[in-house]
């Protein structure tokens, strides 16, 4: 299918030249003899018979799985391994695919790698840039001028995720919620936030960026505390100014915790969990070698999430100190594993017909 996407570049390019030519020419003037005569059929057509696979129909069925499957989905993934074997027609492959129960979510036990660190007595400076292996840490304020134009500078970005301080006043730097992160959606494709159930309102009215839709996670065994007693789940808004975000699956997940008695109540609050962040860079079909952009660093977890899955990361945080305990995180997770892996915690999909 590689050389299938560069002959349909190829066949369209040809038929983009036939077009303009006969536009140059015009309808009332007849073609002359020695003109070469033209191709018939569309581009689909032309490029399934030189790849050998018969139709049109069956080459879009066939693309179909090849792009779902570069996005990293499993289950594409395993069926051009199928296809390649010659273990299964390209009809009953492209069936299979669309006839999967939907993707709802993960649903699985897990425990917080990113743990209290100790950290480090020396701090990066204000305004640095820092290069962590395929990824950039930059010190700073995101509401700064000379900082957002750094951020500038390191995109674009296939999507931005942002966990901003709540308001909900459960530490010091959770005492308030200000919004002024919208130049995001001028520089990455997708934009997802988590604004804090308490804060969904305010943030809605602060931000202009073109709101598309929202993911509901909901956590089987509680980590905070609302209104009504235990707060069970966490909102993201998804913004985007591409014409569709369309996948064909669900907008809910369900995570189960393993917590220890090292996670502490600062981590609890700051981190979201690895599996919701790789379940949602999946869904907004971020591929494997993509690039994000977290402008509210925190504990790093999405610096780590694009360590662990091939991706990489420009995150932003103003602390030192917490800037310096995210790239002593970042080095014990090499010192761990320095092989990008598909698998963050090693969850299973929840499959609900």
């Not at 020396?122 to 990824?135: C, M, Q, R, T, Y």
């Not at 296939?158 to 919004?179: N, Q």
């Not at 990489?312 to 010192?335: G, H, L, M, N, S």
Request: some cysteine.
């Amino acid at each position: 299918m590689a050389e299938a996407e560069v002959l349909h570049v190829i066949q369209k390019a040809k038929a983009e030249k036939r077009r303009l030519s006969t536009l140059k020419r015009g309808e009332h003037f007849p073609e002359v003899e020695h003109a070469p005569p033209r191709e018939l059929g569309k581009t689909r057509d032309k490029v399934a018979v030189a790849i050998g696979i018969g139709s049109g129909r069956h080459y879009d069925k066939a693309k179909t799985i090849w792009d779902k499957a570069k996005t990293g989905d499993k289950e594409a993934l395993k069926m051009v391994k199928k296809l390649d074997g010659k273990e299964i027609t390209i009809g009953k492959a492209y069936r299979d695919i669309k006839s999967k129960p939907q993707l709802t979510g993960r649903i699985g036990k897990t425990e917080c790698p990113l743990k209290s660190i100790e950290t480090p007595s020396e701090l990066p400076a204000e305004n640095s840039v820092i290069k962590l292996g395929d990824h950039i840490l930059i010190v700073g304020d995101n509401t700064e001028d000379s900082i957002i134009k750094t951020i500038k500078e390191h995109g674009p970005y296939d999507l931005s995720f942002a966990d901003p301080p709540y308001g909900a006043g459960v530490e010091d730097w959770d005492r308030s919620f200000t919004w002024e992160q919208d130049y995001l959606s001028d520089i990455a494709d997708i934009v997802c936030v988590t604004p804090g159930t308490i804060s969904i309102q305010r943030f809605m009215k602060e931000t202009k960026m073109p709101y598309v839709w929202s993911l509901a996670t909901y956590i089987t065994n509680s980590m905070t505390n609302g209104k009504l007693g235990f707060s069970n789940w966490f909102y993201t808004a998804i913004f985007s100014r591409k014409k569709s975000i369309y996948q064909g699956t669900g907008d809910f997940a369900e995570i189960t915790l393993k917590q220890d008695g090292d996670y502490t109540s600062e981590y609890k609050y700051r981190q979201k969990p690895l599996a919701y962040l790789e379940w949602v860079f999946d869904l907004m079909m971020v591929s494997r070698d993509g690039k994000i952009l977290d402008v509210f660093g925190g504990t790093g977890a999405t610096l780590i999430v694009c360590q662990r899955t091939g991706r990489r990361c420009v995150t932003v945080e103003r602390d030192r100190e917490i800037a310096a305990q995210i790239i002593a995180r970042y080095k014990a997770e090499v010192d761990i594993s320095s092989t990008p892996t598909n698998k963050v915690m090693g969850l299973h999909w929840r499959m609900q017909g």
